[in-house]
């Protein structure tokens, strides 16, 4: 096996914020063991924005990696295995729109964007059949939690990967959430400027409010906020923007608020969830708007409801119509059409 010479500089894509080191080194340089990451980390050879850092650091979207010579990568194994009728009939049924560059999907809440422990169906897996090699297939640009319904979009070709990756980290993309929470916030509109910080809990990772003197290891969080529609005083549809996109951001933005989203386990309420409403996190990625990767207009996209929210409007008499304010027609800044 071959080795590089020369020292590489890499850059953390919006899409990897909060991502464990280890596990960046794994999706880029699947070839070096464990081991060996781990000496050039205790050597610094392999450094974060000019510093040391450990295989746990948990990444920053923009942050710089300098990466040593390394050996380069075994040549690709063969072609992926090819989606089953039943898989592109899945795929089919959930593309809101395609384009020689893009794929924008309607992701299922409570399927995954990528896989894990455990986890066999998932959107990735579905992404690595459609390409004739490795190399070519498509890339997930960023992602949603396993239980957000909504807009993702999918580069088809590394190419357009990095350029709609510079878009996310230069914040020229327009996304807008849509959530039924606990109660009616007050007022009904304004902006949670509140840094998160990671906190593990026996039932998974979490994030959390940082607290003073935690500057170091918070990450900024910034989300604005409307009420859109309100059902008395019990639950409110909400329209979320949000500037920076960390994990679990708009979750843990609302719990902070005092207004936790609807079927949230992670960040729940001490409220009981009103009768009739299925238990699912009701938070759904409903638009999206960037100007396109090859330089000619802007993609505007806008994902119909999933069943349970459905279900749920219909049980609050709130109108899936009228969430899309007029202003949001400048969401990516310039002119939508």
């Known amino acids: 096996m071959t080795q590089r010479s020369l020292v590489e500089t890499r850059h953390v894509a919006e899409d990897e914020d909060g991502m464990r080191l280890d596990r960046w080194f794994r999706t880029h340089y699947a070839q070096v063991p464990h081991g060996r990451l781990e000496k050039l980390l205790r050597t610094g050879q392999v450094r ?21 010579p390394l050996p380069d990568a075994p040549p690709p ?8 009728k039943a898989d592109r009939a899945f795929l089919k049924s959930i593309t809101l729109y395609e384009d020689d560059d893009l794929l924008i999907l309607n992701k299922p809440s409570g399927i ?34 396993r239980d957000t319904s909504g807009v993702l979009v999918v580069a088809k070709r590394r190419g357009v990967a990095a350029k709609l990756g510079r878009a996310f980290q230069t914040r020229s993309v327009r996304k807008i959430y849509w959530a039924l929470v606990h109660g009616v916030p007050k007022p009904p509109q304004g ?20 607290r003073p003197g935690e500057q170091d290891k918070a990450q900024s ?22 500037v920076t996109g960390r994990q ?15 079927g949230d386990t992670k960040y729940p309420s001490e409220a009981e ?28 996209v806008t994902a119909p409801l999933p069943p ?18 007029d202003g949001d027609a400048e969401l990516c800044g310039i002119s939508c059409g």
């Open 191 to 210: 902006k949670i400027d509140a840094a998160l910080v990671k906190a593990t809990t026996p039932d998974g990772d979490r994030v959390r409010k940082a």
């Open 248 to 262: 679990h951001q708009l979750r843990a933005h609302m719990a902070i608020l005092g207004h936790p989203i609807l």
């Open 221 to 242: 969080a910034v989300t604005h906020y409307a009420v859109i529609d309100r059902a008395a005083q019990q639950v409110a549809l909400m329209s979320l923007k949000p």
């Open 77 to 84: 194994p063969g072609s992926p295995k090819p989606l089953s």
């Open 112 to 145: 995954a964007v990528q896989g894990g422990t455990k986890t066999v169906q998932h959107i990735d897996r579905l992404l690595e059949g459609l390409g004739d090699r490795p190399e070519t297939r498509p890339r997930l640009v960023h992602r949603l939690d």
């Open 48 to 68: 974060v924005d000019g510093g040391r850092a450990k295989a746990n650091t948990r990444l920053e979207a923009g942050q710089s990696i300098r990466v040593p």
């Open 308 to 325: 349970h929210l459905e279900a749920a409007f219909a049980a609050f008499g709130f109108s899936p119509k009228g969430g899309d304010l």
């Open 273 to 300: 969830l009103p009768e009739g409403i299925e238990r699912r996190l009701h938070l759904h990625a409903r638009r999206i708007a960037f100007p396109h990767p090859s330089g000619e207009g802007v993609v505007d």
